[in-house]
Structures are given as structure tokens and as C-alpha cells.
């Protein structure tokens, strides 16, 4: 899993560094001091987990995760047991108290990659679905999806002719659409067949420029067939 620290206090960054290093279940990608800082570069990087600080002096974890578009699994460490209802209440992972022992925050990765692989293992959708909209249910075909976008704790999903706003995370669609849907920024997933022209940062689907971020250009490119 690849996953950041967003931390104010440099002596907890190096310990939680320690123990990330010595998991092979986790790959270490970067810390970051500031929240906003942490945000700008969350648009570039595919992050699956966060160990998050709550008091930091520029905003708190809780205000950190509200400017987020596609939240991943995050795993707050405070030196404070008061917030941890209200980290719960954040879909928190978890929840662990400074100074956290190396067996609790192992048994916290391994109980979260397990939930990772059932989640993974979910049947993937090959023709259909259906979304709840204005009390109705509506079928939509997988053919007819241009792309999907993440708004927050929801995902909208974009159609030819329609729009569809479901309760779910791009990280949860990503499995369960088939293999012609690619992750190609961290609030996009698109369809290979609906796409009409691109660059190195722009990829063109109907009248939509969808951004190409850096971190899955390489793998994108790998998958479209170039001439």
C-alpha cells in the first residue's frame, strides 16, 4: 500500500517512518509538514493510506481530510485519546495513540490490507448497474459511462447525456469497472473507448479535458496502444 505521513512534529515522522520502513505490506512514498502542502500534492500521487496528525497549527487532520476529493484509508496517530470518536466518525481506519507500539501498528496494517483484499476481491461489473436517482432506480450501462469523477465522499458519473452521483470512492469503482477503465489523476477514472485525442496532461473525452497526472502517465501510456 502506498502511503504518506501528514504531520507537524518532525521526532513523530521519523518514528512512524521506522515503522512503515520495517512493514512490507506498506510503500513509503513522502512525509509532509504542512496540510495544504500534503493536499497539493495528493492531485499527483496514488496514495492508499495517510497516518494523519489532528492538531497541526495550519489546519487540523479533520479539515485536512475535508478538502479532499477521494479520500483514501486513513490511519490517524495523535498524542491525544480525545478525538478519537470524531476520527471514527471520519471513516478513520483507525486510531492510534502516541507512542504507538510496533505489534498495534502492525496489527493495524495487516487488519487494513486484509479489508483492501476483500475489497478487491468484489465481482467485477461487466455490463450494468443500476444507481438510485430521485427515488427511482436507474440502470446504467458500463458502454455508456465517458468517465468518473470523485466529489468528495461520493463519485459522479459521467454518461454521454447524464449525470449519476453515487455514495462511493474511485478507489472502490477501480475495482469493480472492467479493464478498458483506467485511473488516470487522483479524482478521474476514464473510459479507453470514449477517449478522442490526448497529451502528456490532457486527455480529451467528449467535451471534457480530463488531467493526466504525473504519477500514472507511465502506467497509462503502458496501457493505451500507441502506433
Given amino acids: 500500500m502506498n502511503c504518506i505521513i501528514v504531520d507537524d512534529d518532525l521526532v513523530s515522522i521519523k518514528y512512524t517512518e521506522t515503522l512503515i520502513k520495517k512493514n512490507p505490506l506498506l510503500h513509503y512514498l513522502g512525509s509532509f509538514t504542512s496540510a495544504s502542502a500534503a493536499v497539493a500534492a495528493l492531485e499527483d500521487l496514488d496514495v492508499d493510506l495517510i497516518f494523519l496528525d489532528v492538531e497541526m497549527p495550519e489546519m487540523t487532520g479533520f479539515e485536512f ?7 483514501p484509508a486513513i490511519i490517524f496517530i495523535s498524542s491525544k ?8 466518525s471520519f471513516k478513520a481506519s ?6 504507538v507500539l510496533e505489534a498495534r501498528f502492525n496489527t493495524s496494517i495487516n487488519e ?18 443500476f444507481v438510485k436517482d430521485k427515488g427511482r432506480f436507474i440502470q446504467v450501462f458500463i ?3 465517458v468517465f468518473l469523477e470523485a466529489l468528495s465522499d461520493y463519485v459522479q458519473i459521467n454518461t454521454a447525456d447524464k449525470k449519476y452521483t453515487i455514495l462511493s470512492s474511485l478507489k472502490a469503482m477501480e475495482f469493480i469497472l472492467p479493464q478498458n477503465f483506467k485511473r488516470v489523476h487522483r479524482s478521474f477514472i476514464v473510459n479507453k473507448y470514449k477517449i478522442l485525442e490526448l497529451d502528456e496532461q490532457v486527455i480529451v473525452v467528449q467535451d471534457k479535458n480530463i488531467p493526466l497526472s504525473r504519477s500514472h502517465r507511465s502506467d497509462f501510456m503502458q496501457w493505451i496502444s500507441v502506433l
Fill in 65 to 71: 481530510i475535508a478538502q479532499l476529493k477521494d479520500i
Fill in 81 to 88: 485519546k480525545d478525538y478519537a470518536a470524531d476520527a471514527y
Fill in 94 to 99: 483507525d486510531y492510534l495513540v502516541k507512542p
Fill in 112 to 129: 487494513l490490507a486484509e479489508r483492501k483484499k476483500i475489497t478487491e476481491q468484489r465481482k467485477t461489473i461487466d455490463d450494468s448497474f
Fill in 143 to 145: 458502454t455508456d459511462i
